[in-house]
């Protein structure tokens, strides 16, 4: 064990969360400019801001099911397609919705909650959520 008490590879994890972590805030401060720039409604953020968060609806049918829908539509992959289509089509409606829910997952993220793994609601790629347990 390296000096101070800490194994390198709980140190290596601590980084890396702690990345990931300004990640969060560094895309949750980007999305918040843009939006703001769209000149879209700031109620519209409030009311579309949680529902990506209905996706915790399907821990209902299990974990593993949970997970997976949870995961789909807590991915940049999605919000990233539709801004693509918002620019190419040049829709107004579109590019709003999909900055508010790139900016949901980055503040998820920013918080520690990252992608989900089948064990449970707990169990994700940035640590396990709430107490540490033996």
């Known amino acids: 064990m390296p000096s101070g008490g800490v194994n390198q590879k709980s140190a290596g994890a601590n980084s890396v969360q702690l990345l990931l972590r300004a990640e969060g805030l560094a895309v949750a401060a980007l999305t918040l400019l843009l939006y ?8 519209m953020f409030a009311a579309l801001w949680l529902v990506p968060d209905l996706s915790m609806l399907g821990y209902l049918a299990g974990s593993c099911r949970g997970a997976r ?3 789909a539509v ?8 539709l801004a693509f289509l918002a620019l190419v089509l040049r829709t107004e409606v579109l590019l709003p919705i999909a900055l508010i829910w790139t900016n949901h997952i980055a503040v998820d993220r920013l918080l520690g909650y990252g992608l989900k793994y ?7 790629h940035l640590g396990r959520l709430g107490r540490a347990r033996d």
Do not use: I, K, L
Request: glycine content about 16%; hydrophobic content about 40%; proline content about 4%.
């Open 36 to 43: 703001a720039r769209t000149g879209a409604s700031w109620w």
């Open 69 to 71: 829908m949870y995961n």
């Open 118 to 124: 089948a064990d449970g609601f707990g169990f994700t």
């Open 74 to 81: 807590h991915t940049y992959f999605v919000p990233g397609v």
